[in-house]
């Protein structure tokens, strides 16, 4: 009979390749942002974006959002996203086609995508408007390794608006009610 006060036996490690490739996974996940950002060129920024105001994001369905840029700020315009930098501070906003999901959904999985671009993001109970009355919809914080910001998810009936807000900290960065000011959609008919 065994003696119930001895320890437990230890049994073999049976899974040590597939834990060692998890670990090598999950380690190398954070990097590729990282390491696609050294080898790509630099980034083309505008040098005045006053010339391109405002920039028309135009999503795969063909809805468009008009996005005002703010002063002084460099800009890449992309088709459906836009980036904007000044004074270390960078502001991304991507438009979506919501294509009858739920916003909160999208939200959600956006915020996953962002993750794994580094930067993670977490609802913070705020709701927000975009200039006019068409959008409006939750707001949330967001970090990465060396900076912090605001961001938030705007939508109406036909597309999702995901706002990104991020500033070092040796700088101050608009708050994200400005830039949802600068975000608007004509009514579709």
Same mark, same amino acid.
């Given at each position: 009979?065994?003696?119930p006060t001895?320890?437990?036996?230890?049994?073999?490690?049976?899974?040590?390749?597939?834990?060692?490739?998890?670990?090598?996974?999950?380690?190398? /996940?954070?990097? =590729?942002?990282?390491?696609?950002?050294?080898?790509?060129?630099?980034?083309d920024w505008? *040098? &005045? *974006? !006053?010339?391109? %105001?405002?920039?028309?994001?135009?999503?795969? @369905?063909?809805?468009?959002?008009?996005?005002?840029?703010?002063?002084?700020?460099?800009? =890449? &315009?992309?088709?459906?996203?836009?980036?904007?930098?000044? &004074?270390?501070?960078?502001?991304?906003?991507?438009?979506?086609?919501?294509?009858?999901?739920?916003?909160?959904?999208?939200?959600?999985?956006?915020?996953?995508?962002?993750?794994?671009?580094?930067v993670s993001?977490?609802?913070?109970?705020?709701?927000?408007?975009?200039? @006019?009355?068409?959008?409006?919809?939750?707001?949330?914080?967001?970090?990465? %390794?060396?900076?912090?910001?605001?961001?938030?998810?705007?939508?109406? &009936?036909? /597309?999702?608006?995901? /706002? =990104?807000?991020?500033?070092?900290? !040796?700088?101050?960065?608009?708050? =994200? !009610?400005?830039?949802?000011?600068?975000?608007?959609?004509?009514?579709?008919?």
């Amino acid at each position: 009979m065994a003696d119930p006060t001895a320890p437990p036996r230890r049994r073999r490690l049976t899974q040590k390749p597939a834990a060692f490739a998890l670990g090598l996974g999950i380690l190398a /996940v954070p990097l =590729i942002p990282v390491t696609a950002n050294a080898v790509l060129p630099d980034r083309d920024w505008s *040098a &005045d *974006a !006053e010339e391109v %105001t405002p920039v028309e994001l135009t999503t795969d @369905g063909g809805e468009q959002v008009a996005v005002d840029v703010m002063d002084g700020w460099q800009i =890449i &315009d992309s088709g459906s996203s836009v980036v904007m930098h000044a &004074d270390g501070s960078v502001v991304m906003i991507q438009a979506y086609d919501r294509m009858d999901r739920d916003p909160a959904a999208v939200a959600q999985r956006l915020m996953r995508a962002n993750r794994l671009e580094g930067v993670s993001a977490a609802l913070d109970g705020g709701v927000i408007s975009g200039n @006019g009355a068409t959008l409006s919809g939750d707001t949330c914080v967001a970090v990465t %390794t060396d900076t912090t910001g605001t961001c938030a998810f705007l939508y109406d &009936d036909d /597309v999702v608006v995901s /706002v =990104i807000a991020l500033t070092g900290p !040796e700088s101050q960065g608009p708050d =994200i !009610e400005t830039i949802a000011g600068l975000i608007s959609r004509e009514t579709q008919q």
